[in-house]
């Protein structure tokens, strides 16, 4: 069981727009910096979001990330077919001392 | 162009060693932290440790503690993940990350597949 808690399913029509929740607690996400990853199938993560809401260069700007408390949320606007991928949030744990991800989400375009 | 390259594929027997690596290139090996994640079939990704190039420093998730060996070479810019005794629970895809100050994995390798059967 994950530390950080994510839906395990998400899904959407092309154009929607769709939000991934995270969870986590007052060691984690309510004191640390979330980053959230992309897996497409058959590839390596892929960095989304850092620092709760930046976007790496190269990340279109229908990618959005949101903070509050000790929970997350990624946002998709505008969802493409080629979104279909798994997406996971992460944070440090100042209790583990280490980095936590949670459980992974995966999202289908209908 | 900023990379982390890992070791191919391995199939391996119960009971047996394996160590895996990990090549960054394209960037100061020593600056960052490099991490090991875990991604079991059909499952999420886990952290596995974590090590500093430049001084070893090294921090190992409680569930991984004992289990592998995290190190680097920093002279060949090459971080290793290695375990004594597999087992067909290790059979996994294992990748190596790049933590930068902000907290975020940036440059993740490729993976390596690691298959345990007897």
């Known amino acids: 069981q994950s530390v950080l808690t994510q839906p395990p399913s998400a899904s959407g029509t092309p154009g929607q727009r769709v939000t991934i929740s995270c969870s986590g607690s007052?060691?984690?996400?309510?004191?640390?910096?979330v980053s959230w990853y992309q897996q497409l199938p058959g590839t390596a993560p892929k960095l989304l979001i850092y620092s709760n809401n930046q976007r790496p260069s190269g990340v279109p700007d229908r990618f959005s990330g949101s903070k509050s408390g000790t929970s997350a949320s990624l946002a998709i606007s505008g969802l493409q077919s080629e979104d279909e991928a798994d997406y996971y949030c992460?944070?440090?744990?100042?209790?583990?001392?280490?980095?936590?991800f949670g459980g992974g989400t995966k999202l289908t375009v209908l | 162009e900023v990379q982390l390259v890992q070791s191919g594929a391995e199939v391996k027997k119960p009971g047996e060693s394996l160590k895996i690596s990990c090549k960054g290139s394209g960037y100061s090996f020593t600056t960052y932290w490099i991490g090991w994640v875990r991604r079991m079939p059909g499952k999420g990704l886990e952290w596995m440790g974590i090590?500093?190039?430049?001084?070893?420093?090294?921090r190992y998730s409680p569930s991984f503690q004992g289990q592998v060996t995290i190190s680097t070479d920093k002279s060949i810019s090459t971080a290793y993940l290695q375990w004594s005794s597999l087992k067909a629970s290790d059979t996994a895809m294992y990748y190596c990350?790049?933590?930068?100050?902000?907290?975020?994995?940036?440059?993740w390798g490729q993976g390596t597949m690691v298959t345990v059967s007897s």
């Open positions: 990350v790049r933590r930068v100050p902000n907290g975020a994995f940036d440059i």
């Open positions: 992460a944070a440090w744990d100042d209790s583990l001392n280490g980095p936590v």
């Open positions: 007052s060691s984690n996400i309510g004191s640390n910096t």
């Open positions: 090590i500093h190039p430049d001084d070893s420093d090294t």
